[in-house]
């Protein structure tokens, strides 16, 4: 398929941990086409941050290990590029923003300089060059005065500011795909309102592609396109953002809808929960990672691990169950 | 406000503010007006829920009321008791009714204690029993919170983050309190976890007819969990009603602001709402704005809004409003 901008497939990732190999990622396939934005949701521990890391090369060695698979850029596969060249990608044409802006930025260096840096690097600009650059992109984000705060230090920032100045230093070599590991997170809703409502904007105007990880289901709702959701390491459903909601397949994904109280009260009496914890992976799992959790499992659940088959066309589902029809796909 | 028979804490124009000393002689040269003047009343058996953004006062309001901060001014009373004036060895024993919950189930379970000990301690330390009997109670309160009564002897990190979170909910517990303080008790947790607890909450409610404080920042939960909600600001409650009418008729700026930010798990609701983004961030609470303290940021803004603090009024049955725009 020409058209993927971005193309994983059967990525595998493992940790070796004093207490044995967990096996983080276990076979991820997917594709990110332009300019379209794609939701990637999950718990804590599913494998939805470790895939991207993966896929940026951004996994420490040891303890982590990326044991199979692709991920190909513009034909060319990060996971096998030289770290120069892997370098020259990252930052330019595939861009991260992380969930604390915090321990992201150089709390010596002031933001100014830190703008500049990629603009010199990546784009060869000059030191005057890259100043008017990154003022220019300060104002971008929302930053009022942008010129006098460029000289500004991180702690003179507030988080939603700082998590601006994320978004400015991201965009500042105009990457073709953006990153964003649960970039509000760690701010107020009415931060997160102003960011979600600048990545809008933004997206419109330069037209990059998105990767947004989150474990909020109302974030993605109001900002992607299409969505993944994993859970234990696998892809266990993908769908259009509408198709998702209006139709989840997945038992998990219907538990996740369930369990969400919401602000707009479609909701009464007790909250649908999901019992158990979700899996820690020592072992590559043969069975289904969900069944121990799962209301409609059955034998084969535990003998076979469904793969993501299609159920409609741009729908595919992990389950051997159909929920709708109680029979087996 | 109302007839005190049902009320079971009365919080009367609470202050906390925090001194902040600098230079060698480490003189005040200011204070963090974290909570400036609430009032509210929590009824028997009811839930009320506490919103707000980090930094709003919250958590303080929650702590203050358990004493565990001396309150700069102000007056709580529990069962008609005011907790200020308390020497205390008696406020010791109020606090056998009165328990807390806290956000990090990590931070909050001592990491060398036995889960036996972590929710047996309280019966020790007020000595309400003794030896084999705390055994017994701490079995049944493993029991009466959905965690299997052969874990006692385990430590906490052997624990997922829900489990620390019901062994923090049997400590609150154990000395039978009428009344919880609930801090973030649940925004540590993943969004399948959540439920979970949250339920159980109920559930403790019904069986022990407990009354909650649920503080929160995450405003769909706490439209489930309470009957009544108060919305703070920068140390000032700016509206408090019933859950209904708060959500469904919001009359502060702030409150319908805040209500619209909150991302609804459903694209097609998601994009036919109106939205209120606001501009800007919270002020700081060593300096707070003249007059209304959501000035600097509201959309409707006024002269008079500078100029005088809004009285917190009734503008409807048991709903009251800060602000001098809403009529």
Known sequence: ?329 | MSDNSDVLLKVVDLKMHFPIYRGVFQRQVGAVHAVDGVSFDVKRGETLGLVGESGCGKSTTGRTILQLYKPTAGEIFFEGTNLVTLKREEMRWMRRQMQMIFQDPYASLNPRMTVAEIVGEPLSVHNVAMGKEIQERVAHLLEIVGLNPSFAGRYPHEFSGGQRQRIGVARALALQPSFIICDEPISALDVSIQAQVVNLLEELQEQFNLTYLFIAHDLSMVRHISKRVAVMYLGVIMELANRDDLYLEPLHPYTQALLSAVPIPDPVADQNRKRVILEGDVPSPVNPPSGCRFRTRCPIADKICAESRPEFREVKAGHFVACHLVS
């Open chain 1, 1 to 329: 398929m020409p058209d993927l901008l971005l193309d994983v497939k059967g990525l595998e990732t493992q940790f070796k941990t004093p207490d044995g190999i967990v096996h983080a990622v276990n076979g991820v396939s997917f594709g990110l086409k332009e300019g379209e934005t794609l939701g990637v949701v999950g718990e804590s521990g599913c494998g939805k941050s470790v895939t991207m890391l993966s896929v940026l090369g951004l996994i420490a060695s040891p303890p982590g290990k990326i044991a199979a698979g692709e991920a190909l850029f513009f034909g060319q596969d990060l996971l096998t590029m030289p770290a120069e060249k892997l370098r020259q990608v990252r930052g330019a044409q595939i861009a991260m923003i992380f969930q604390d802006p915090m321990t992201s930025l150089n709390p010596v260096l002031t933001i100014g300089r830190q703008l500049e840096e990629p603009l010199m690097i990546h784009i060869g600009m000059t030191k005057n060059q890259a100043r008017d650059r990154a003022a220019e992109l300060l104002s971008m984000v929302g930053i009022p005065n942008a010129k006098d705060r460029l000289n500004d230090y991180p702690h003179q920032y507030s988080g939603g500011m700082r998590q601006r100045v994320m978004i400015a230093m991201a965009l500042s070599c105009s990457p073709q795909v953006l990153i964003a590991d649960e970039p509000t997170t760690a701010l107020d809703v009415t931060i997160q309102a102003q960011i979600m409502d600048l990545v809008k904007r933004l997206r419109n105007e330069l037209g990059m592609a998105i990767i947004w990880i989150t474990h909020d289901l109302g974030v993605v709702a109001g900002l992607a396109q299409r969505v993944l959701v994993m859970y234990g390491g696998f892809i266990i459903e993908e769908a259009s953002v509408n198709d998702l909601f209006a139709n989840p397949s997945h038992p998990y994904t219907i538990g996740l809808i369930g369990s969400l109280p919401r602000v707009d009260g479609k909701q009464q009496g007790r909250l649908y929960s999901i019992e158990g914890q979700p899996p820690v992976l020592y072992q590559k799992p043969q069975s289904c990672p969900f069944a121990p959790r799962c209301k409609w499992v059955m034998e084969r659940c535990w003998k076979e691990n469904p793969a993501l088959a299609p159920i409609s066309d741009e729908h595919r589902v992990a389950c051997w169950v159909d929920i709708k029809t109680g029979r087996t796909r």
